[in-house]
């Protein structure tokens, strides 16, 4: 496919999105603030906002912070990370796709229907054909990467997905508003009570024992109930890298929808 994509959040399922669309041919900038909290960080291009530089399966993203460069990062077959001013970005850019991945369940999203000439939303609260052109279904089920082209996806339900038979169990919320600072990587092993991080002056703890699946990055700045940590208890069998089931199936809905929209003059067979 000869199209640019602007896909908006970094974390895991924005990861997938632009990974996919790599993959496809597709130009693509990942767009995310200064300091973002997402915590399954080996499973995302995050670190590339911190390192400057991060892979996923085999595809390299790099941060870009001088417009002036972009073309030839993206030349450089790479995803560009841009974590400076969205509408910047989009001027300079000019999206075909915009795709918003930032997965805010309680937030109502702002309509986007003029960001690009097709706009997809991811999960609940997007509504087809006012908020975005299309919703893809985010929630685990049959439906999961569904295209919905009326109406919404279904709203936020229930906890995590069970793993290790845990839920909510596994995943610890910052307990307020602070610096997230941790000594820990992802991948580390850990066991119930154990410090794990701080929140300001605050503690927080393993919930159960396991493998650190999920780690904010240290030194960014949380507000209270933002996702800090996510245990995986599944011991050997814990997965913590790679992209997850769910992004993948939630990508491969996004390419059904750019391909049902796409002209045969944007794209090459």
């Not at 000439?117 to 609940?124: M, V």
Request: proline letters at 5%.
């Amino acid at each position: 496919m000869r199209i640019k994509a602007l896909v908006r959040g970094v974390g895991d399922v924005g990861s997938a999105v632009a990974h996919r669309f790599h993959q496809e041919g597709v130009k693509t900038v990942l767009h995310d603030v200064p300091f973002p909290a997402w915590t399954r960080r080996k499973m995302a291009f995050t670190d590339a906002v911190f390192d400057g530089e991060a892979e996923l399966a085999g595809v390299r993203a790099e941060r870009v912070d001088d417009l002036s460069v972009l073309e030839d990062r993206l030349a450089s077959n790479c995803v560009a990370v841009w974590v400076h001013d969205l509408l910047e970005i989009t001027h300079a850019f000019r999206p075909d796709i915009l795709v918003d991945a930032r997965m805010r369940k309680r937030h109502n999203p702002e309509p986007q229907m003029d960001a690009a000439r097709l706009t997809i939303g991811l999960g609940p609260n997007f509504i087809a054909k006012e908020t975005t052109h299309v919703v893809i279904e985010t929630a685990w089920g049959n439906t999961l990467g569904t295209v919905i082209t009326d109406g919404t996806a279904e709203p936020q339900q229930g906890g995590p997905r069970m793993i290790g038979g845990l839920g909510i169990e596994r995943i610890v919320y910052s307990p307020e508003e602070g610096l997230f600072t941790s000594g820990f990587a992802i991948g580390d092993c850990v066991t119930a009570g154990q410090v794990v991080a701080h929140v300001g002056q605050a503690a927080i703890s393993a919930p159960v024992d396991g493998w650190i699946r999920g780690l904010t990055r240290s030194g960014v700045p949380v507000a209270r109930r933002t996702k800090v940590i996510e245990i995986d208890p599944r011991g050997l069998d814990a997965v913590f890298t790679g992209i997850g089931e769910r992004p993948a199936k939630i990508a491969d809905g996004v390419i059904r929808a750019v391909r049902a929209w796409a002209s045969p003059s944007a794209r090459t067979e």
